[in-house]
């Protein structure tokens, strides 16, 4: 073969260079996340793996094309104050994170999530929301965060946050909610995984606090309700109090800020210092007191503000351990950790202390219960102490009054005209116990004939009087009819005259 000459082989070498360089950026062209997706890093923006960053640039829309593979999405501090259906006009299956902070934002369209379905973490916080939409949020089955804080939010349909099965942490605080969403909370159906909602700095002035109470202890540890213009009252104090005494981080954390507004006060008052306080004079609540009454079946809850527990058991007041579910005798271990006791005896009543072992450190908890030595649901007849007494002692009044006012009339009217005296000889064999008036049946409708003593008749009841009793001189004027009292006349039975014999 002919020898290559120099220059030749120079032309050659180039050549193959070429292609060498070519192939290198077509195959890092391949490699690359930017490449691939056939657009590099939209204009103002910080590229980095399947991370993008366009924080702070000025940006008044969402820069398009986006890339299908990214992941997190960070538009915070611009000037994006609508973001419609169409922003992202493909499917972005990877994004699992939007940030859009700080933009002013003022209007969510109800379709502007329907292109992220597997979002786990949406931050909407500082913008300008007033009102959160009907399913507003239905399309992110799968979100966990989502950061609401610091708008200017004043309604919020009941139908927000349906379908947020796995939410964890809502924050709603900085905001102009004046109803507090007992919805979100209800039974626990709506959002079952929530473990944090923040409700601070809104304009809240009351609170359903029978039903907050009514709360597991790991969802009070996170709900945040300082900084609201609450009116002062008892039950607030003592829900705050319980709070307390449990160490819950909404209650201990924010001690400061949990205050309350009284008729009075030109300025608020913290709760905690209701107690003993005027007008309120609150009474701070015993913790976990529970009573019942022979028979019954109570069932002692294990309110512990842990999740994640990996086991717990009780002890009673006898010291007797009840670690599994069944236990035995009258107590038993429920599955979700409460405690039943069964047909409840007075030597049942005490301290019972139930002892969790979470994840990271364990908590014990004591309830105290109360076994009234009677049964509450007894026979029909069977009438309280205190009852029968009472209704004794107001019959007493009744029969005494009845006595008093009810007996009958003895006035000279019922009477009628007066029997003729009987004969002397029949005085010794008349009785001076006699009670009964021995009288003949006057005339109705007349008055009773007036009676003069006379000196030589006998007295009442045949007695003979003895001697007389003198007649006074016939007198005329308003006195004339003023009658000498006889003091031998028998009036009763009860006369001290000896009976003659």
Same mark, same amino acid.
């Given at each position: ?44 923006? !910080? ?14 829309? !969402? ?52 292109? !992220? ?84 700095? &809104? ?12 709360? =597991?202890?790991w969802l009070r540890d996170r709900l945040y309700l300082h900084g609201n213009p609450l009116a002062c009252d008892c039950p607030l104090f003592q ?75 009780? !002890? ?11 236990? &035995? ?23 019972y202390a139930c002892w969790v072992a979470g994840p990271l450190l364990n908590e014990t908890l004591y309830v105290e219960l109360l076994v009234h ?124 005259? =000896?009976?003659?014999?």
């Amino acid at each position: 073969p002919r020898p290559q000459r120099p220059c030749e082989a120079a032309g050659q070498s180039a050549a193959m260079g070429g292609v060498g360089a070519a192939l290198a950026g077509l195959l890092l062209a391949l490699l690359s996340p930017w490449g691939a997706a056939g657009g590099g890093c939209p204009p103002r923006c !910080v590229c980095a793996s399947n991370i993008l960053s366009c924080s702070q640039a000025a940006l008044s829309a !969402v820069p398009a094309p986006l890339p299908r593979f990214t992941a997190v999405l960070d538009l915070s501090h611009n000037n994006v104050t609508r973001l419609r259906a169409d922003w992202a006009p493909g499917r972005l299956a990877h994004l699992h994170a939007l940030l859009l902070s700080h933009n002013g934002l003022s209007f969510v369209s109800t379709e502007a999530f329907a292109h !992220v379905p597997h979002l786990r973490h949406l931050d909407l916080s500082s913008n300008r929301l007033r009102a959160l939409e009907e399913n507003l949020f239905s399309d992110l089955a799968e979100l966990e965060v989502l950061l609401l804080y610091n708008n200017e939010i004043s309604s919020v349909d009941r139908t927000a946050f349906e379908n947020l099965a796995r939410l964890r942490k809502l924050y709603l605080g900085q905001n102009r909610i004046a109803r507090f969403p007992l919805e979100l909370l209800r039974d626990g159906s709506r959002l079952p995984q929530l473990a944090l909602l923040d409700l601070s700095a &809104n304009r809240l002035r009351s609170l359903p606090v029978g039903e907050l109470q009514a709360l =597991p202890a790991w969802l009070r540890d996170r709900l945040y309700l300082h900084g609201n213009p609450l009116a002062c009252d008892c039950p607030l104090f003592q829900l705050v109090a319980r709070g307390r005494r449990r160490r819950l981080s909404a209650v201990m954390d924010f001690q400061e800020e949990l205050r309350c507004l009284l008729p009075a006060a030109p300025a608020p008052v913290g709760i905690l210092a209701l107690a003993g306080r005027q007008p309120l004079n609150c009474s701070e609540a015993r913790e976990a007191v529970l009573e019942g009454h022979l028979g019954d079946t109570v069932t002692l809850s294990c309110d512990t503000r842990l999740r994640g527990v990996r086991s717990r058991h009780w !002890v009673t007041p006898g010291g007797e351990r009840v670690l599994e579910e069944g236990g &035995n005798g009258s107590a038993a271990l429920l599955a979700n950790g409460s405690l039943q006791l069964r047909a409840l005896r007075p030597e049942d009543a005490g301290t019972y202390a139930c002892w969790v072992a979470g994840p990271l450190l364990n908590e014990t908890l004591y309830v105290e219960l109360l076994v009234h030595n009677f049964t509450l649901h007894g026979p029909h007849d069977t009438l309280n102490t205190a009852y029968t007494t009472l209704v004794g002692c107001i019959l007493s009044v009744v029969l005494v009054l009845i006595y008093l006012y009810l007996t009958p009339c003895r006035c000279c009217c019922c009477r009628g005209a007066e029997k003729p005296p009987a004969p002397r000889d029949d005085s010794i064999n008349s009785s001076v116990l006699s009670a009964t008036p021995n009288h003949a049946a006057g005339v109705p409708g007349e008055p009773c004939p007036s009676r003069s003593a006379s000196a030589t008749g006998p007295g009442q009841n045949g007695r003979f009087k003895v001697g007389g009793t003198p007649q006074p001189p016939p007198q005329h004027g308003p006195k004339a009819q003023r009658k000498v009292s006889d003091p031998d006349s028998v009036s009763s039975v009860f006369s001290d005259t =000896p009976i003659v014999v």
